[in-house]
């Protein structure tokens, strides 16, 4: 119906708008029967004291936006004091301090506290449970502490919730030992007994590394498939709360052919595309690392809620963050100067605002364990090393024995 805002709101039309608000039409529907604005409508409610009646759309978002106010920590303080009226009057902030206000990271409740570092020397916590159906997306340039982020949010975890890690490198092999959780050497199994075990996991709440050290890429991706899709697979009354982690996802869900078998590929984005999109439904809540948000398809990433960002270099890679973290340009060139260990956090489980955190010490090491920097070359001489590396000895020639996947 065409709406004419030049045409009065008399009195018969305020008689037709009363009967159409006592049936609890709305006032956009008011409007039209009247033929007249919708602000129309709303000054004659409000100034005869009538409610508003709302479509189920706008109660159903109007229930959504229902601000509760975060419950703060009060471990450190011994529990809750009574102040004087005098205590409780707010001081002037400093410039840092209404900084550190803008961002104010969440503060999560209890248990669901996950303290991941600092910012301005304040310990930064991210939300376990507000984590476990929003997603989380961490990327950074090889060097950045990407791993080593996760490994601490991950160390976190242990004991809170059911972990799943997906691990190209074997870097998490020493969950095992610390926590107790079952190392799978995905050489080792066949596809269909991989789904097996993902889905008995599903079942015994057991926390486990899938290890892909040593394999092809193509095998990587049908494990890594099989192992996801054997996890969606679970039966209903097993869709218990658990924390997917894949390091290195942008090898599982790739933008575009890096030289991977076509089918293997196409089998690996749909299982990593089903974990970020459908896995909030069946508990399994994706935490994915990448190197260059480039090389990671599109669906993947635009389903995470929570952002950590590393050090980036690459045009592409910061525009694409941009983008993700609705920051400005100028905002987001601040992950080119970004320190190994610091990352910029955003998301309903961490900030606000971008805030600039400093990742804590983690308690377990990868494979390669700590940094070695430069280290001293040997004072050999170029002879001797020239004879020690051609000599005839046969046992240095013996190609390694290849890991056979049965």
Known sequence: MQRAHGIPFNAAAKMLASALHEVGQTDREIADACNTSVNNIIWWRKEDGRPEHLSAE?????????????????????????????????????????QMAYVAPVQPVGDNAIEIGSHLDTKVFVDL????????????????????????????CAGIVQQVIIDPEGDFASFGET????????????????????RR????????????????????????????????EAPS????????????????????????????????????????SRGRKRGLAGIIATQRLSKLHKNVAAEASNFLLGRTFLDIDIARAVDLLGMSRADGEQVRNLNRGEFLGLGPALARRPLKITVAATMTKGKGGEARGLT??????????????????DALYAMPAGRVIH
């Open 201 to 232: 996991a599903r079942e015994l709440r057991g926390s486990v590394v899938l290890t892909l050290e040593g394999m092809h890429i193509d095998a990587q991706l049908h494990a890594v498939a099989t192992f996801l899709n054997g996890l969606f």
């Open 237 to 276: 009354e097993h869709w218990h709360p658990a924390i997917v982690a894949v390091d290195e996802a942008h090898l599982f869900a790739p933008n575009g052919d890096n030289g991977e078998d076509k089918d293997a590929r196409k089998e690996g984005q749909q299982a990593m595309a089903n974990l970020m």
């Open 129 to 156: 449970e507000e984590l476990l159906t929003t997603r989380l997306l961490i990327q950074g340039n090889s060097g950045s502490g990407k791993t080593h982020l996760l490994r601490r949010i991950m160390e976190e």
């Open 58 to 98: 706008a109660e159903a978002r109007a229930a959504d936006e229902v601000y509760t106010a975060p419950v703060k920590r009060e471990a450190a303080l011994g529990g809750p004091r009574t102040q004087s009226i005098a205590s409780q009057v707010p001081a002037p902030l400093t410039p840092a301090e209404a």
């Open 376 to 393: 001293p070359l040997p004072g050999t001489s170029a002879e001797d090393m020239a004879m020690l590396m051609l000599g005839d000895d």
């Open 179 to 198: 926590f107790g959780y079952t190392v799978i050497d995905a050489t080792k199994f066949e596809q269909h007994k991989l789904a097996g075990i993902a």
